[in-house]
């Protein structure tokens, strides 16, 4: 069955320091998401993507964050410079079409832990 | 606020009792989305109701979106060990963009 793949599974990296989490979405699907999940809390959403431009972000998502799909298999989010408060699991996500009725699959999470 | 309300957060249970975790919120979802996740692994989709009133099974696992698609439930009947994990309700708000705003999550234990 198709799965969402990301890399790397678990990362430590210093405070300040860029971070680049890596995802290779199902390989029919358009729309492509990051969630994160800190330790104990809910997930959380991060940014949409469709089209080679972001559909929706939240309040997390500040000039901090980016995201890239620099080929055709291959999505991006970038940390530029990471602070404690990043400490958590990120997850990529993506469907075929927008909800509903159309599933969105996540995959197994990349750990991020900032020291 | 956008906010999906689990209940319970915890749930203890014997092997073979039957259980029901619940998912209220005061929005309207589009869609609504039940997962399972294990530590330290993603959220994997057990089902998607979309239709008000929708009822899905799966196996000994009962879906509901209720009528008015605010709120859903996940019923199972005689619970099994490996029935053990997070259950996570998450929704599609009327958007083009395919967010989901998940709750808090229920963790399920299924002692033997």
């Known amino acids: 069955e198709p799965e969402v793949t990301q890399t790397p599974s678990h990362q430590v990296t210093q405070m300040g320091q860029e971070v680049i989490l890596r995802c290779v979405p199902i390989?029919?699907?358009?729309?492509f998401y990051w969630y994160r999940q800190i330790l104990g809390q809910k997930v959380e959403f991060l940014v949409s993507f469709y089209n080679n431009e972001i559909s929706e972000k939240s309040e997390i998502f500040d000039d901090q964050f980016s995201v890239e799909r620099p080929d055709g298999s291959n999505f991006t989010l970038k940390i530029r410079s990471t602070k404690l408060e990043d400490s958590a699991m990120y997850f990529c996500?993506?469907?075929?079409?927008?909800?509903?009725?159309?599933?969105?699959?996540f995959g197994e999470g990349s750990w991020l832990t900032v020291v | 606020t956008q906010l999906l309300e689990q209940s319970p957060q915890f749930l203890s249970i014997q092997e073979g009792e039957n259980l029901t975790v619940y998912c209220n919120s005061s929005s309207v979802f589009s869609s609504l989305q039940w997962y399972r996740q294990e530590p330290g692994e993603g959220p994997v989709l057990l089902v998607t109701?979309?239709?008000?009133?929708e009822v899905k099974k799966l196996k000994r696992l009962t879906f509901q979106f209720g009528d008015a698609r605010k709120d859903s439930s996940l019923h199972i009947t005689a619970a099994q060990p490996g029935d053990t994990g997070l259950y996570l309700c998450?929704?599609?708000?009327?958007?083009?963009?395919?967010?989901?705003?998940f709750g808090q999550g229920t963790t399920l234990q299924v002692k033997p």
């Open positions: 998450a929704g599609v708000m009327r958007s083009n963009t395919g967010k989901l705003i």
């Open positions: 390989s029919n699907h358009l729309y």
């Open positions: 109701v979309v239709t008000g009133g």
């Open positions: 996500a993506s469907s075929a079409l927008v909800p509903p009725g159309n599933t969105i699959y």
